[in-house]
């Protein structure tokens, strides 16, 4: 029951005062992250070291870590690296449909133009078929 006193005595310049006190909050830097988010940061690093050009495999690159204390397996990053290109994959072909605005209307064109084509062929076609049909009634 004492909380419940407390809580009437709570008035709403408090409560304005503490809004504003929360609203200045910056969030706060995280000391740790995921080991998927350290290998998306070290992306373009593991992928160059791992390139046929410099010819490092997944378990060296593994090792150089470890001396700096990030315990991650060969098999882990190649698998984080792979998750990472493939989420990376599907974003621009959502960003690539916007793009292809002029190959679309040029597609409709000439969709366009074979529809005008065909027509111009299936007119005569369609014709032999009316008749063809009145006949067969």
Do not use: C, F, H
Request: net charge positive; charged share 35%; proline share 2%.
């Amino acid at each position: 029951m004492a909380e419940q006193q407390n809580s009437e005595v709570i008035t709403k310049e408090k409560i304005d005062k503490a809004i504003n006190l929360l609203k200045e909050q910056k969030p706060k830097e995280r000391e740790d992250v995921s080991d998927r988010e350290a290998v998306r940061k070290m992306r373009r690093y593991i992928e160059k070291l791992t390139s046929s050009k410099y010819g490092y495999t997944y378990d060296e690159v593994s090792e150089m870590l470890k001396g700096l204390g990030i315990n991650l397996t060969g098999s882990r990053i190649k698998y984080l690296i792979g998750e990472l290109r493939k989420s990376s994959r599907r974003r621009p072909k959502a960003s690539d449909s916007g793009d292809t605005g002029t190959l679309d209307e040029a597609a409709s064109e000439n969709q366009q133009a074979v529809i005008a084509s065909s027509e111009a062929e299936e007119r005569p076609v369609r014709s032999t078929k009316d008749t063809s049909k009145n006949n067969q009634i």
